[in-house]
């Protein structure tokens, strides 16, 4: 990593359920251009993490910006329309609808509690023509174009996990987060997904995926980041956490 140029950054940012401190960073950057990784153990926060960037989940305190905007109390659906848009660890594909119409509802801004009120717009706007176009495109990107009149529901979970990625690009973001997107996924689409998340890279997209599999992240990872209890115990380019005593005993267990 060159100059720092964060496009991402956090400070102080807390969230407790109950008694359990579950999110506690001091301070984070994700740099502009990256794919940057969030590890740590099952329970570390990293979930919870991208609930409270994305403003899916409220913090207890904590600031923190993006691309220069702050984004605190800033709710779902405005920070995808700021550009950062996320995925979730359980694919949120909704099955009784057609993989386009997946597609199309992104556009209006993440899926949530806005989306019914969008589906109900009339359709058939210069816009609503622009996002089929773009839905096109990226379900053709994807290799779902094929599927795009059948249920979500139909399709098997590595196809969801594409869905997941293909519409979180529907509204053009600058950094995309990825929650395990690799997770339950056969070796071949592991590839594939690996390519696409390369892709984005090269394309200017920031990328923060959490990941387990350390060779997925030695492989593919320009910096790492590393969330244990809720705190980030360490951070570095792939070959300084390898060789981090600390990062080992808490994390890789090796
Ligand atoms: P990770 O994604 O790193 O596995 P999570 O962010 O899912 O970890 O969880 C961090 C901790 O916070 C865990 O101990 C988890 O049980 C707890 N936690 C997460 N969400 C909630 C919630 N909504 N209510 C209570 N506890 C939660
Ligand atoms: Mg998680």
Known sequence: VAKPD???KASGVRRSFGGLTAVDVQHLEVQRGTITALIGPNGAGKSTLFNLLTGFDRVDAGQWSFNGHRLN????HKVARRGMVRTFQLTKALTRLTVMDNMLLAAQGQVGERMWGAFLRPLWGARERANVQ???ALLERFKLLAKR???AGSLSGGQRKLLEMARSLMVNPSMIMLDE???GVNPALVQSLLGHITALRDEGVTVLF???DMDVIMGISD???VLAQG???AEGCPEDIRSNREVIDAYLGA
Do not use: N, Q
């Open 6 to 8: 964060p496009i991402l």
């Open 181 to 183: 997107p690799m997770a």
């Open 210 to 212: 959490v990941e387990h």
């Open 73 to 76: 109390g800033v709710s779902g």
């Open 223 to 225: 910096w790492i980041v």
């Open 231 to 233: 705190k980030v115990i």
């Open 149 to 151: 009149d059948e249920m």
């Open 134 to 136: 773009r839905a096109e």
